[in-house]
């Protein structure tokens, strides 16, 4: 693990991330946001070592809850908890492919959601239509979010030689040739 | 070993940020956005709207562009110059009236929307505590009251709408009749939604707000301009805030209630005006 190049590459993937997140603005047609933090932090949680992938997630968290006007820890917590569901189904998802990104980043908006909603002492919105119309809309943004943010991020650690591709038929999966 | 200690260390100390200066990430995060979402304002500005020039084969829609910022700020200009002549008016009759506090307007490009969560009905502005911004000062269009300023870095601040569920605004209905007075109500935000009719979806259709507290024994007739009523500590006296629609007893019949749909179109929102007052509270 070199820390000479995870720090500067996160620090990276998760400004651009949050950058494009708060440009792309939400509209009448698709009022929730495209979640390229939480994409980037799921990229994180299953490439990078523990502490570097929980680093991830608070930032991540951090600059969503900043940039979003949220209460302070209300996306940290939720990403460190989806990091450890993460691990628990490490054996399904053997590697931070774009397919296992792009389901788990759509899954996880929806999670975020709900799970902002809870913080915010917002229960009464889940029986409305809109509410749940807004949840319908999550998990397209998040299929979005998730393969570009995949994708970006595999782009960026093969640029920096974080991760070096390697043939199909050695049988070892890319994203664990340099833990 | 070592250098997981260190992520150790680095993933505490950004906890700790986040717990006790959590106001400081804010700013920090904005500032480090700034300069890359004020790019893309200038590129629009400029790059992408000759471009669109050239591709129109007419010079007109840069000229067109530039022009409508003008007449923006005119017509700005004309506001405030009409409503300080019935203040003249007004205080003539009165006499020994204190003179109104300094204030000016200040143009400033909408940078993003809603931020990253897209919870509250908000937008950044590219103008911030540098340019005399604070929190506090109200932001308006020539077609009316956009929203407040909440929450400042040196240059950017976000900017509550009117829309937005946690809005309160002072507000009067302009002439509305002989003999009844002034009615006054306070106005809350709605949120947005799509429009339930599917053929509008893809129209940016804003729930109507709720203007709250008008006196019961008066019915205000459809398409009244309601306007800020210069009480509370923000908004001054007189601006636009949208239009009456329909009102109705409130549920324990004590005061009235209208819906009142806002004058300007926030979805359209490019550019705003801050009123930066210099000391004190507004002039009017």
Known sequence: MRVDMQLPVLAFTLLMAALMQDLIPATAAFPVKLVFLTAAALYAALTRPVWVALTAAVWAGGLTDALGGLPPLCTPLFLMLLYGAVRLLQRVFLEAGLLQGTLLTAAAAAAQWLWTRLWLHDGAAFFSLDSLKALGYTVPAGLLAGFAGFAFCGLIDRLSGLVTPVKEGHGILWAETDR | ?284
């Open chain 2, 1 to 284: 070993m070592k250098q997981a200690k260190r992520w150790v260390w680095l993933l505490a100390a950004s906890l700790g940020v986040l717990v006790f200066w959590h106001a400081g990430v804010g700013v920090f995060s904005r500032e480090a956005l700034y300069p890359y979402e004020n790019a893309k304002v200038w590129l629009e500005r400029t790059v992408w709207v000759r471009l669109q020039a050239v591709l129109s084969r007419a010079r007109s829609a840069a000229r067109a562009s530039m022009l409508e910022r003008d007449v923006a700020r005119l017509r700005m200009a004309l506001a405030e110059t009409e409503a300080l002549e019935a203040e003249v008016a007004r205080l003539r009759a009165l006499l020994d009236f204190s003179p109104p506090i300094p204030c000016r307007w200040q143009a400033a490009p909408v940078l993003s929307r809603g931020g990253t969560a897209a919870v509250w009905q908000s937008v950044r502005l590219a103008k911030g505590s540098l340019h005399g911004v604070r929190k506090g000062d109200p932001v308006v269009v020539p077609d009316g009251v956009v929203g407040r300023v909440v929450d400042v870095s040196p240059h950017t601040c976000e900017t509550m709408l009117i829309t937005d569920p946690n809005s309160r605004v002072a507000c009067e209905l302009e002439t509305p009749g002989e003999g009844v007075g002034v009615v006054r109500g306070i106005l809350y935000g709605g949120g947005a939604r799509p429009a339930a009719d599917p053929v509008l979806t893809l129209l940016y259709v804003v729930e109507p707000l709720r203007l709250r507290y008008l006196a019961r024994d008066f019915e205000p007739p459809p398409r009244t301009r309601v306007v800020t009523s210069g009480l509370g500590p923000t908004y001054p006296k007189g601006l636009t805030v949208g239009y009456l629609l329909e009102s109705s007893l409130e549920s324990d019949g004590l005061s009235r209630e209208a819906a009142v749909l806002p004058a300007v179109d926030m979805a359209a929102l490019d550019e705003v005006f801050i009123l930066t007052r210099q000391g004190g509270r507004h002039a009017r």
